[in-house]
């Protein structure tokens, strides 16, 4: 007894030094283990929603695109206002493929002030903040796209027994004005035409509408080093469409080029040449300029282009040959409305749209994307689709059609065509114009039900119409690049 009594005082002072052990060790431990616990499950949230909020923040300025300032802009303004703690820290880089969002920043944590380390600045290192490292990049599905221009002869006066359309300043391009000898375009009678009329056949109020949108159109596309850009006009020569440009990637010049498309010169219309011949001459009469487009700043980016003195040999007002570096958007302004007699057959011309999109070559510059491309057809149209001189909604028309997608789903079907490749070709309808024939809004209607009841998985024909350039191409843009996949990368 007096053994265990004597163990028993000798144990009194171990326990106090345990007591004193646990206050002043292992609870301060645990209090720290348990906020460090809080600022990681902080940690975790708040990364979580910077990251989300950078998603979202590019998805959003994706549909700015083309527009790169208002892309960069709307990103950095949507960061604002939904993310204001990451704002100051995030870096938002944006081309015409897509955008890059990154945060590089530090989360500071609790814990670090019981070792004076304290900070409000999210963005200020500290010896125990966390780092904050957030990316986001989105880049559109890359797209082969053929845009065709409609060149048909509805698209100008008639050169005998019709008034020039708009007003006094489309007034004749100097190389029509006196009848001017050189230029050999006459009538059956083989009397000289009315020099205002010549010019509108190469440039009046509704063809230079039809012009700049497929200008503007082609080369915002054409923007984005992943697409592939192709360019035609129809009527053709022969059937469907006239190939300027094949399905390719843009060169390494700043702008998109294309191949000279030669019309030879004949009784009652005016060959291509004489039209650029005319941009030539064309003094200070700003109508006929070509005009210059700037894609990263789309429908606010049109000047007149300086002219180029070796495009046509003059006297002769051929196409110079020697000149190399011909621009998509020179070929488009050059070109005359085809005669009534050349056949703008609507069938012909989405099959040859389609055929040609099925066998573009599947780049390797595009990497993993390579096997992801969609095929975009663009029909730039002044009128509701033609055949054999009658116009939709005449049977014979919308039967043409019907065969036509039919033999161009087997197409899309067969080994013939890249795998999984999906087409989508937009009519774009330049819907009132002064010297067009006015399309209700019944008959646009009428239209687009038509061409959505012959779509189908791989396969669809979508209605853009409207009475503006401005419109038309702004919808048609933003039509086409929504359909792109938009795949989301983080990290």
Known sequence: MLFFRRHHQDLQPTRGAMTLFIAAIIIPLLFLFCTFTLDMERYFRDSSRAQHA????AMYAYRLL?????????????LRVNAPSIADYAKVVVTAEGLTLS????????????FGQASSDQG???????????????????????????TSAYLA?????????????WSAATLFAGNNPQVSVRDAAQHPINGAILTQQCFNPPFAA???????????????????????????????????????PKSGSAVLDAVWVPTAQAQGRVANDYCLAAVQYANTNSHYFVPAYDPSHPLDGWTAAAVENDWVVPGVWIYNAAYSALKARELIWAQAVRPDSWNSNIDDVVEEMVQRLAVAPALASRGALRGRTTGVGVLVAGDLPHRNGKRFPDAEVSAALR?????????????????GLKVRLYYMLLSEYEGLSKVSQGRIDELNTFLKSLGDERLEIKLVAAPSVDVLSRKGIEAILAEAKVPLITS
């Not at 950078?54 to 923040?57: F, K, N, V």
């Not at 945060?103 to 019981?114: E, K, P």
């Open 54 to 57: 950078l998603d979202q923040a």
């Open 66 to 78: 083309p527009d790169i300032e208002r892309a960069q802009k709307g990103a950095e303004l949507y």
């Open 103 to 114: 945060v590089d920043a530090v989360s500071n944590v609790s814990f670090g002030s019981f």
């Open 124 to 150: 200020n290192a500290s010896l125990f903040g966390l780092p904050l490292r957030l990316r986001t990049e989105i880049r559109g599905t890359p797209l082969d796209a053929l845009i065709v221009m409609d």
């Open 157 to 169: 006066p008639a050169l005998q027994g019709a008034a020039p359309w708009g007003d006094a300043s």
């Open 210 to 248: 039809i012009k700049r949108v497929t200008i503007g159109i082609s080369e915002t596309l054409a923007a984005s080093k992943q697409n592939a850009v192709g360019l035609g006009f129809f009527p053709g020569a022969g059937f469907g469409v006239d190939i300027a440009r094949e399905v390719l």
């Open 403 to 419: 065969t036509a997608v039919a033999k161009l789903r087997q197409l899309l079907a067969s080994e013939n065509a890249r795998p």
